[in-house]
Structure formats: structure tokens, C-alpha cells
């Protein structure tokens, strides 16, 4: 379900109150949809707004039950991660990336494909104001690249990416 964007704050509040008692890791994303190929479709169209509603459809269905998706700004969405540190972030945003920005839409005889950029930010229990506009940045960053790229803003304890296979890496020790 796609959240509206009073609703999607409140989530916000929510998470990071939690990710603080919890200390435990919060990731946002925010995908901003910068351009689209096929079709004759604009803005505003019925055909666009469907493929639009479609390309959503398809981002919740990457999502897991208890994170959060809504709209914050034209074609501008904020996903809200629970337990995902900036490492699982970014493996989403790729995701997003191939698997659903990656495919053509195709609705009312038309097939059209988006563009998008990703930001990233992550909390570290800071306030979901500093997050939001961290994320905001890195999204206009994104866009300063150009399409389909990916920029990450993580809060000072998750820079070290060491720590995010040091788990998989005892995994397999164990096995072995």
C-alpha cells in the first residue's frame, strides 16, 4: 500500500523511535523518477498515470511487510526501511534499479519504461528531520549523475562496509 505523505512522516516518527530504542538500523530510500521512454503519454495522461501506478505496484512488491513506500513529491517516492543498514539500502536501490525500473510498462496499447535516481541516508538515531534532507541530497546528487544512478549519505558508525559482511563471512566459516 502506498502511503500518503502525512501518513508516510508518521511512519517515519514511528521507525526512528524505534530504531533508537531498539538500536538497531533505519535506510531510506527515495526514488525520484526522472525521465521515461515509449509511449505518447505525458504527465497528466491516463496512460501515464496507470504505467505510473504500475511501476509503484511493482516497488512494493520488492518490500517487506513492515516497510513503508509513499509519495512525497511529484514523481518523487520515500521508502522507509526498518532494520536495513546502508549495504542492504543500496542492494534494494539496485534491485529497483534492473528488476522494476528496468522492465516496460505496457497499458492502454502503449509501452513505456521510467528513469530513475536513488538517494540513500541512513539514521544512526538521529533525528528524522537531518535524515530526510541527508536523503534529499544524496537524491540530488543522483540526479546530478544522470539516470539510474545511486548515491548513498551513511550515518558515521555504518561507513565501514567491512562490518556488513563480517555476518556472511562467519556464516560460511561455520559451514566450512
Known sequence: MVLSREELVTALFRETDRAQRMKMPLALIKVGIVAWE???????DAAFEEALR???GRITLLLRCYDSVGQMADREFLLVLPGCNVFNA??????????????????CGEEMRFNACYG??????RSPFVVLREVDSALLGARAEGANS??????REEKDSALFFMPVLQDEAIRW
Open 38 to 44: 515509449g509511449g505518447r503519454s505525458e504527465p497528466g
Open 120 to 125: 540513500i541516508a541512513t539514521s544512526g538515531g
Open 90 to 107: 543500496r542492494t534494494l536501490a539496485e534491485r529497483l534499479r534492473d528488476e522494476v525500473f528496468g522492465a516496460t510498462v505496457a497499458d
Open 150 to 155: 545511486i548515491q548513498c549519505i551513511a550515518a
Open 54 to 56: 504500475e511501476t509503484v
